[in-house]
């Protein structure tokens, strides 16, 4: 049974149209996203939401590049037809989301995409000139994040019950207060929504990355 299965996907990625695309490319590409999204982004960051969304968008813009391009090429012969519809459809996905995506979760969103596209069109390069700009995407994030982002804060959000202390003048006494109940470093207090009627306040924290304050109450990020 394990056989007739394996025999099967290997003939899906050798016949008919998956024949200008190989198991090899796919699976290069599914390790990559899984290193950078699991080793490099979730280790510091933590966000499921994120890791989810990371490798699912590596997988769908893999098998969107190949349909766009070598399916549409063979069927009307009009390899620029398929290469803008592909594009169109990559860039246009960045605007699928509800909220404005923060900075470091973008450049591993755009990253990603890029690594995707590349190893989709694996087939027309060698396995050489496939691998090169993967390996230097990959160093080049782990090098940004040992050493650029080594120092830098972290941020969280959490469900405040004092709202009489998010007033300006009050803004050290606060930052007071925080350090107390959490334990945490705190360097800057943003506000965020504020309900009156529950007493309650979302602040954003930042933080020294040193305490991740795992023990903190917090809130969705994304809301």
């Known amino acids: 049974m394990q056989t007739d299965f394996l ?3 290997k003939d899906l990625f050798t016949t008919g149209y998956f024949g200008h695309i190989s198991l090899i490319n796919f699976l290069i590409n599914i390790i990559f996203v899984w290193v950078m999204v ?16 990371f490798m699912l968008i590596g997988i769908a813009i893999f098998f969107l590049v ?12 009009k390899t ?3 290469i803008g519809i592909g594009l169109f459809g990559i860039f246009s996905i960045m605007r699928y989301r509800t909220d404005a995506m923060p900075v470091r979760e973008m450049t591993y969103l755009f990253s ?5 596209v590349i190893n989709a069109l694996g087939s027309e390069i060698s396995f050489a000139e496939m691998m090169v700009p993967n390996v230097i995407v990959l160093v080049a994030m782990i090098l940004c994040e040992q050493f650029l982002l080594k120092s830098s804060l972290k941020s969280k959000l959490v469900l405040y019950d004092r709202v009489a202390l998010i007033k300006p003048e009050c803004r050290q006494e606060l930052i007071d207060d925080l350090r107390q109940r959490t334990g945490l470093d705190i360097r800057d207090v943003a506000v965020g ?7 309650t306040a979302i ?6 990355a040193d305490n991740d304050g795992k023990d903190i109450k917090i809130v969705d990020q994304a809301a």
């Not at 190949?66 to 012969?77: A, N, R, T, W």
């Not at 990603?112 to 995707?116: A, D, P």
């Not at 602040?203 to 020294?208: E, P, T, V």
């Open 80 to 82: 620029g037809i398929g």
């Open 112 to 116: 990603i995409v890029c690594l995707s």
């Open 66 to 77: 190949y349909f766009m391009i070598f399916v549409l090429e063979d069927l009307k012969g």
């Open 203 to 208: 602040l954003k924290i930042h933080f020294d």
């Open 193 to 199: 929504s504020i309900d009156y009627m529950r007493d």
């Open 38 to 53: 699991h080793f490099l982004y979730f280790r510091k960051s933590h966000r499921r939401d994120f890791y989810f969304t």
């Open 7 to 9: 025999s099967m996907v």
